[in-house]
């Protein structure tokens, strides 16, 4: 399925934030409500600075596949959010699903949630073997360890290099 939604990619620009969200591991909320400001495409990471968990507040990496949909979507035009609607607004959850979402997936024949996305985001981080603390967190789950939340430094590289494998 994942293959299938980057061969109709070029159809419809809205199948990039499916991509994007596969490929980040974050939730719905937290990519549309993703500022410009806090994305730095230089080092090709963003930051979560609001999320459902403590555990969600992080720096993601994007991945080198995805990196093209990112500089679209930032320089689309002067909306503060990453994405929009098509006359430059922010994008409301029941919009996104009811107007896109759902639309897109209808053609393909699949039926999934865009919480989907994390679920394949972490499955194929394990299918190439990356370790657990890692997967944790690019999407923010809690259960580190107090040794692994306060002593262990990951830096945006090593997040880029595990996030590249997928």
Known sequence: EVNRIWKVKDTNIYYTIILMLIYSGCRISELLDLKKEDIDLEAKCFKIIEAKTAAGIRTVPIAEKVYPFFEYWYNKNDCEYLLSTPDGKHFEYRNYYDSYWKPLLLPLNMKHRPHDCRHTCVSLLTAVN?????????????????????????????????????
């Open 130 to 166: 990356v370790d657990e603390r890692t997967i944790k967190r690019i999407v923010g789950h809690k259960g580190q360890g107090v040794t692994q939340q306060v002593y262990t430094h990951f830096e945006i590289e090593t997040l880029l290099e595990a996030i590249d494998k997928i």
